[in-house]
């Protein structure tokens, strides 16, 4: 099978081209109908838009105004926090450093912005390597050391939740850690709604920030926006098999910004193997389904709104799943405050379970197609589910394997179309489409031998990233 490059690129500008879609966005909810219609138009059958609730929040009017004279720092807010009054609020600021509880304890926050500088996770490829079933790095070019910071996990973000609990009427985030220049960056995405107003602040500012703080000047924070509980859908399309039994893919449709790695990549190999397999005028033993998952950027509820809706119906007919995400160019940080592109592949991870005949299957499919820098992860190595978007099928009790790298712009407005890994396209798609072919015929039983959760386990709770402190939970 021959997949296009240039028209999987051409998917991804109709997909880029909507805008910002963000979960219950407008044109979130036009990228889902685009979707449908794409499945249509391919000929997948019981098509359909399954409604999943989100918290819409969309902020219009977000500024900082710090020092004497007054200044105007370029401020973005933090994803679900809340709102100030509409003309916003005056007060001093205090500064906490990292957000100990010392440096809580020692001073009064209460009615005053809180300002403290975030600390980043970090991606390791030892840690990854340490938990690797195969690795294809025919090259060597994976360190054996860190990557890069992994800026969607923030450790010390509980400063935040103490300024709430004690009062604190918003809160500022230093960025000194990000790679580059620049306040836009949208984590956390748990869809939890928080209570204070909150905004990030670029690390070329901080200082300034920093030193208003310390010197006692007064701040004025604007953070306006709109909110409530809306319906955003998951698109699901089916290719029917000779059995009753399936395989199903799935990506997730919606992004932070106008995203085109995150998730315009994805979809893009997911409509090619749609479109390869509609196609084929043979059907396979098992049907397929097809998911554009929604709500990644809510905590990742899209795909456990899935399971939860099917279970006991079509889930137990699906044997195995396939997660596609981030076909993506690795980047630095460079002179300029911008991303520089290293010319390789970024480190990707095919999170899997100790399931041997899927491992087998896969290690041969990616050394055929030569998809270099892929490591195959367990899928417990991080905790209680994988960190991708396909995790709840893995806990369901799923034979599952989901494709994501983890690049340093994913959460940012710089994920642009000349960040996909574009040689890649093609080698993504033809390397699932061999492995569908290829376990079409396994027994279920053999495709889940090894399977660390089983069908009858009860759902998984969500890892931490998606989970507030439990104060908060308590209602």
Aim: glycine letters at 10%.
């Amino acid at each position: 099978m021959n997949f296009s490059a240039a028209s999987m690129l051409d998917e991804i500008e109709s997909v880029t081209s909507f805008g910002i879609r963000r979960p219950g966005y407008e044109e979130g909810l036009k990228t889902e109908q685009y979707l449908l219609d794409r499945f249509n138009e391919i000929g997948l059958v019981d098509t359909r838009l399954e409604p999943v609730p989100v918290n819409y929040w969309r902020p219009s009017t977000t500024r900082l105004v710090v020092g004497h004279p007054a200044a105007d720092i370029p401020c973005f807010a933090v994803p679900y926090t809340g709102w100030t009054p509409y003309g916003g609020a005056e007060t001093e600021a205090v500064y906490v450093g990292i957000g100990n509880d010392l440096a809580f304890d020692v001073q009064d926050v209460s009615d005053k912005i809180v300002l403290a500088d975030m600390q980043f996770g970090e991606l390791n490829a030892a840690h990854l390597k340490s938990g690797s079933r195969f690795i294809h790095d025919p090259g060597g070019t994976i360190p054996d050391g860190p990557l890069h910071c992994a800026n969607w996990l923030i450790p010390n973000f509980r400063a935040y939740y103490e300024a709430w609990k004690r009062g604190a009427s918003g809160f500022i985030g230093l960025l000194g850690e990000m790679p580059i220049d620049g306040c836009e960056l949208y984590v956390p995405y748990d869809g939890f709604l928080k209570k204070i107003p909150a905004a990030w602040v670029g690390r070329e500012h901080a200082e300034t920030v920093r030193n208003a703080a310390t010197n006692g000047e007064r701040f004025q924070f604007v953070s306006n926006g709109q909110g409530g509980e809306v319906d955003s859908h998951n698109v699901v399309g089916i290719l029917p098999g000779r059995s009753d039994e399936y395989i199903l893919l799935t990506c997730h449709h919606d992004a932070p910004f106008a995203s085109a790695v995150e998730d315009g990549s994805g979809l893009s190999v997911l409509l090619a193997l749609a479109k390869a397999f509609a196609d084929s005028g043979e059907p396979l033993e098992r049907g397929l389904v097809f998911l554009a998952s929604s709500g990644h950027f809510h905590g990742g509820i899209g795909c456990r709104e899935f399971v939860a809706k099917h279970r006991g119906g079509l889930l137990d007919k699906i044997v195995a799943t396939i997660g596609i995400e981030h076909i993506a160019e690795e980047v630095r940080g460079g002179e300029g405050g911008r991303y520089i592109k290293t010319g390789q592949a970024e480190t990707r991870a095919l999170f899997v379970d100790n399931t041997p005949e899927l491992l087998r299957v896969l290690e041969e499919e990616v050394q055929r197609v030569n998809l270099s820098r892929t490591l195959a992860v367990d899928a417990y190595l991080f905790g209680s589910e994988p960190p991708c978007d396909s995790a709840p099928f893995f806990t369901a009790g799923i034979p599952s394997v989901c494709h994501i790298s983890g690049p340093l712009y994913l959460f940012d407005p710089h994920d642009t179309i000349d960040m996909v890994r574009q040689e890649d396209l093609p080698k993504v798609a033809e390397m699932f489409y061999r492995v569908i072919q290829r376990i079409d015929t396994v027994p279920s039983g053999a495709l889940a031998n090894g399977i660390t959760r089983q069908r009858n386990d009860p759902p998984a709770d969500p890892p931490p990233w998606f989970l507030p402190p439990e104060f908060f939970l308590v209602k």
